[in-house]
């Protein structure tokens, strides 16, 4: 999409905050000609006109989706950008700060005694204030700017950190990719290791693979891991379903001879707090298990999660080093952010996974370390920004 004499835009609000649902897109552009761009943009597809002005134009799109297009120019755009990002109880902090310091800051421009200050970006107005820069994701008033004052500001963890994807469905099973068709797409990304983890034959409708199933194509994983010995580290591994009264689907006999273990539950969603959590601990305990995938089960719009007592699920995966999954695809984010963060306080390794069905799944991963780095998650937390000798190490946890 081109409009002319359109300097820059950047997408703002909740969407530019990472979070897991938007009500609608802030989109601010920059420019000198409002009235053209103005037009343009009300030219663009669109159900209704919520509203058309030189500096703000609102669409109704045919999907329902409410866009709100905020139109500055080059010089207020940095405020603009920080104002319209967000949130609005981070902007009421941020403000006081500048007031205490004489200043004035507000979608216009950030001032001192009536005299606009040159802004050329975000990081410039939190300079100004004598704060560190905040990222985006990190800005709910949740203990960032008390986190920067004393400079204790997470490094969190950022796409390029990710060295490989640990849970990714072939066509053995409900994927449409074969084996090697994955193993080439995380070539393509200059992956480091992945992992190949098909549903277990509990998943009968996901085409769970029956134990014969799966040593046939632990036989094909090692021809592959031969061929491609130069280019990626392939790890044969499952996804394990956890059964009603917490034993996993595969035995233990054959779960010792995977790379690595993923255990999820599936089925049974409509459980007590008590059984949900005995079930997802029984597996975190069990010394195969590496990772439990998309912990609390909600498909976003669809399925709330199950309920399950968070703090001990936390608690039990760090002392037994299984790692907690942040499922990336878009309708998971599961971990969400909070529960992330929650994992990280009490020292569980976090593992952000795609659980790619297809090739294009695999551009989910961002939404995952979005989800992350709201829940201040760093790089050190992740299990998937190791090399593969240290998570070769982790794996081997028993
Ligand atoms: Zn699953
Ligand atoms: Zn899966």
Request: hydrophobic letters at 35%.
């Amino acid at each position: 999409l081109k409009i002319e004499h359109v300097v820059k835009a950047e997408i703002a609000g909740s969407t530019r905050r990472g979070k897991g649902t938007v009500g609608d897109l802030d989109i601010l552009i920059c420019t000198k000609d409002f009235k053209n761009v103005s037009k343009a943009l009300a030219n663009l597809p669109h159900k209704q006109i919520i509203a058309m002005g030189d500096t703000k134009v609102s669409l109704l799109l045919s999907n329902n989706m409410q866009v709100d297009f905020r139109i500055v120019d080059d010089e207020s755009f940095a405020c603009a950008l920080q104002y319209f990002t967000g949130s609005k109880d981070h902007n009421v902090r941020v403000r006081e700060i500048a007031i205490k310091k004489g200043f004035k800051l507000n979608e216009y421009g950030l001032f001192l005694k009536d005299q606009k200050i040159e802004t050329k970006n975000e990081e410039d107005i939190y300079k100004a204030l004598n704060l560190c820069y905040i990222k985006p994701t990190l800005r709910e008033n949740k203990g960032e700017i008390e986190a920067c004052l004393s400079n204790n500001l997470p490094d969190v963890v950022e796409l390029e950190d990710i060295k490989g994807d640990l849970h990714v469905h072939s066509n053995y099973s409900d994927g449409l990719m074969s084996l090697e068709e994955i193993i080439q797409e995380a070539i393509k990304r200059d992956y480091e290791y992945i992992a190949i983890t098909d549903h277990s034959v509990s998943s009968y409708v996901a085409g769970g693979l029956s134990v014969e199933r799966l040593y046939e194509q632990l036989n094909e994983i090692d021809k592959l891991k031969f061929k491609y010995k130069d280019k990626i580290n392939i790890l044969a591994g499952s996804e394990v379903d956890i059964k009603q009264d917490g034993r996993l689907d595969f035995d233990d006999s054959v779960l010792k001879d995977l790379d690595i273990v993923i255990a999820s539950i599936h089925q049974g969603f409509g459980n007590s707090k008590d059984i949900n959590t005995k079930r997802i601990i029984a597996a975190i305990e069990n010394p195969y298990v590496n990772i439990i995938a998309h912990p609390t089960g909600r498909l976003i719009g669809q399925r709330p999660p199950y309920e399950l007592d968070m703090q001990s699920i936390v608690e039990k995966a760090a002392k037994h080093k299984t790692a907690l999954e942040i499922n990336s695809f878009y309708l998971r984010l599961d971990l969400n952010d909070e529960h992330a963060r929650l994992a990280k306080t009490f020292g569980a390794k976090l593992c952000i996974n795609t659980d790619a069905h297809t090739k294009d799944n695999f551009n989910y991963m961002i939404f995952g370390v979005l989800t992350a780095q709201r829940g201040w998650v760093e790089k050190s937390d992740c299990l998937n920004t190791l090399n593969y000798e240290q998570l070769k190490q982790f794996l081997k946890k028993r």
